[in-house]
């Protein structure tokens, strides 16, 4: 069946810091795939998102690129910053499965100053 | 912007109570969703719906039930509550069956004593 597999968390890093979230994909067809971000207290909401091999999906900084060769879409920033801190979740969505997303389990990020 | 709306950010009950926790969208959009949020388990699909009156079993529907009268609204109902089902609860729309991102509301905290 189709599954998301995201890096175990928490990850902690310093401001400015360089991130990567890994994520990996099994699935039938070719997905979309999607990166969520909940900030505390709040619900998801999509942070980027990429359709077809090779696209990269890109936001507020964030970015990734959709790897069919190694079923991959690990999301990489920079520089993070103190107000980046949330969970992030990995996602995919094939038409197969109707309007179904299917998530990752979710990696706490803290950012200190 | 679509705006999904929750219709209480924290609710306790006891158990055995019939619990119903509210989710409108103010987009037309024809699929909403529930799911669960547990540390260490993502999210988890309960129910979803492609239409009015329309409903589909996701990946853990046990104990729980959902109505969709209107387009807009999509409830949630806990028929008798145990303290197992205390999580938070989302609840997300997308505009059509085979068309994501989902959109999701900021989340119900249950607590059930």
Redesign the interface.
């Known amino acids: 069946g189709n599954s998301v597999t995201q890096m175990e968390g928490p990850v902690t890093l310093s401001e400015e810091a360089f991130l990567t979230i890994n994520c990996t994909y099994t699935a039938t067809g070719y997905p979309s795939l999607f990166w969520y971000v909940q900030y505390p207290g709040e619900g998801l909401q999509l942070l980027l998102k990429a359709t077809k091999a090779d696209d990269k999906g890109s936001n507020k900084g964030f970015e990734a690129t959709y790897r069919k060769e190694t079923t991959s879409f690990h999301l990489e920033k920079g520089s993070v910053q103190v107000s980046d801190s949330a969970v992030y979740f990995c996602a995919q969505h094939q038409e197969t499965s109707g309007s179904r997303l299917t998530f990752g389990e979710g990696t706490q990020l803290t950012v200190n100053p | 912007d679509v705006k999904?709306t929750q219709s209480s950010r924290y609710l306790v009950k006891r158990t055995g109570e019939k619990v119903f926790l509210e989710c409108v969208q103010d987009m037309d959009h024809e699929?909403m969703?529930w799911y669960r949020q547990d540390p260490?388990?993502?999210?988890r699909?309960i129910y979803?719906s492609?239409d009015v009156k329309m409903k589909e079993k996701?990946d853990i529907p046990e104990g729980y039930s959902v109505s969709r009268e209107k387009k807009e609204r999509f409830s949630l109902i806990l028929e008798s509550a145990s303290t197992n089902q205390t999580s938070m609860y989302?609840c997300?729309s997308?505009p059509?069956?085979?068309?994501?991102?989902?959109?999701?509301?900021?989340?119900t905290r249950l607590s059930i004593l």
């Open positions: 999904v699929n969703f260490g388990l993502g999210l699909l979803f492609y996701g989302l997300a997308s059509t069956r085979f068309v994501s991102p989902q959109h999701f509301g900021d989340g």
